[in-house]
């Protein structure tokens, strides 16, 4: 069993910052890429950035040269750096780890979502 914990959000300003971090813990054979996915209201999850265990990245669109995705594998933790932020990136935010539970067999888990408002 994997456990994913997310820290909190929060409210802030446009043109703010915020950093969110995702902690996974469990016996497995490895975790493999991390990832952060956001939600509003009555619009499906999408996909906000990714890293890979060797650390490479990839982001969305809408995201890209405001939003860094970093990992930190000897703690098995993901981070979201998230600047000049607009009202549109608030939503609930999830971040996603990917684990090989075996050599052959993966699993994926999610944590609980957290909030981000951005408004003033």
């Known amino acids: 069993q994997v456990q994913v914990v997310e820290s909190e959000g929060g409210l802030v300003q446009p043109g703010g910052s915020l950093r969110l971090s995702c902690a996974a813990s469990g016996t497995v054979f490895s975790f493999d890429a991390m990832a952060w996915y956001r939600q509003t209201p009555g619009k499906e999850r999408e996909l906000v950035a990714t890293?890979?265990?060797?650390?490479?990245?990839n982001y969305a669109d809408s995201v890209k040269g405001r939003f860094t995705i970093s990992r930190d594998n000897a703690k098995n933790t993901v981070s979201l750096q998230m600047n000049s932020l607009k009202p549109e990136d608030a939503a609930v935010y999830y971040c996603k780890i990917i684990v090989r539970i075996t050599p052959t067999r993966t699993g994926q888990y999610w944590g609980q979502g957290t909030q981000v408002t951005v408004s003033s």
């Open positions: 890293i890979t265990s060797g650390g490479n990245t």
